[in-house]
Each structure stands twice: as structure tokens, then as C-alpha cells.
């Protein structure tokens, strides 16, 4: 089976940093995109970084200048270093990845489980 899990939300202070973290696991023989998402309760989900194979970045503007994707291809991991979090930031966070499985030889693009970001006093 191929996986994506998610870590490293939790509640933190307006102006506070947290870092996401997403490891991908199974036959996978490798990943494209990879990419956060995320979906505060009653909105659509929404893109907020995607980073590709190569390493271009593309970001939405709500959070540009704040946040920064990466990937460490070695670990099959993606990153979301988060700063200067506001309220609005609050959401569950979702990791997506391209990738290919080895064990059906075919191109899937999964979906981390989620996980809960909160920025409050």
C-alpha cells in the first residue's frame, strides 16, 4: 500500500511557526508534485503550496512571503514551514503527492489523512 502521513500541527499563537511534515511510504518508485492543501470548516479545501520534482514552488497569495514548501526526495517527504501564522491559517492541513506505484505500475496521486492546524490566543 501506498501512504502519505502527515505531522507536526497543533495550536499555536498568532505570530507563532509550526512545521508540517509529510512522508510518503509504500512501492513507490517516485513522486512529482508534491503539494499542502488545506480546509477550514465550511470552505472548500484549498491549494497553499505545491513544489515539483525540480524544485520550482508556487504558492498562494494568502500565505507567499509567510510559508515555504520543500521536499527532501531521499526521505520521500515534503515540508511546510509555516510563520508568522495568523487566525485565518486555521484549518486542517492536508499533504497531496504524484507519484508511481510500483506495485501496479500506474501514476496515483494520494491524500494524507489531515492535520489540524490552530492559531489562536
Known amino acids: 500500500q501506498v501512504q502519505l502521513v502527515e505531522s507536526g500541527g497543533g495550536l499555536v499563537q498568532p505570530g507563532g511557526s509550526l512545521r508540517l511534515s509529510c512522508a510518503a511510504s509504500g512501492s513507490i518508485s517516485s513522486i512529482n508534485d508534491m503539494a499542502w492543501h488545506r480546509q477550514a470548516p465550511g470552505k472548500e479545501r484549498e491549494m497553499v503550496a505545491v513544489i515539483t520534482s525540480g524544485g520550482r514552488v508556487n504558492y498562494a497569495e494568502s500565505v507567499k512571503g509567510r510559508f515555504t514548501i520543500s521536499r527532501d526526495n531521499a526521505k520521500n517527504t515534503v515540508y511546510l514551514q509555516m510563520n508568522s501564522l495568523k487566525p485565518e491559517d486555521t484549518a486542517v492541513y492536508y499533504c497531496?503527492?504524484?507519484?508511481?506505484?510500483?506495485?501496479?505500475?500506474?501514476?496515483?496521486?494520494?491524500w494524507g489523512q489531515g492535520t489540524q492546524v490552530t492559531v489562536s490566543s
Open positions: 497531496n503527492a504524484d507519484l508511481f506505484d510500483s506495485q501496479y505500475f500506474r501514476r496515483r496521486n494520494r
